[in-house]
């Protein structure tokens, strides 16, 4: 997924990239004295600093296609974590976009169960009824967001829809 996205925005790196990524690498380990060989063409190499970026550049325009679909909800990524922000039927429905997204075309799966939603306004049950994953932790007195709880952050101006208590909006994070 992320040839293209290269080729296009970062065409300097295009011949390091690939002479890092174009074949399967090896992963080297010991175990009990033995050393042992792994062959590996999924994913980045390990300790790579390349890994994040070139994840980061994978998911890119599929984080612009759910935000095209759901114009009306702040979509927040950094790295791995995703944050949906917005009226509670809306950000669930963009969660199950997200999830479908992350399955059928970057061919990931989201873990629910490390997911989170937070709602000041609607517990669980209310949450359920409008489509929300059985398995996503509810959450009514904040979540963290880049490490900090969101209850936390000073300024209600920027981030009042993840924390003020009279929000009628949710946040669901996909990775707490």
Known sequence: KFWAPLRKHFPSLEKFVRAAYLHEGTVVF????????????????????????LFCLAI???????????????IIAYCDDVYIVGEPKAAIQAYNFWS?????RLQGSLRDEKGSIYS???????????GCPTSLKVCQDGIKVLGAPSTLIPS????????????RSCCLNDDD
């Open 100 to 104: 479908h997204a992350v399955a059928t």
């Open 120 to 130: 000041t306004q609607l517990d669980k049950q209310q949450l359920l009824e409008l």
């Open 60 to 74: 890119h325009e599929e984080l612009l296609s759910l935000q095209r679909a759901f114009p009306q909800l702040m």
């Open 30 to 53: 010991r175990d009990d004295g033995e050393v042992n060989e792994v062959k590996s063409s999924i994913g980045s190499r390990q300790g790579c600093s390349l890994g994040s970026f």
């Open 156 to 167: 209600w101006q920027t981030f009042k829809l993840v924390g003020h208590p009279s929000s």
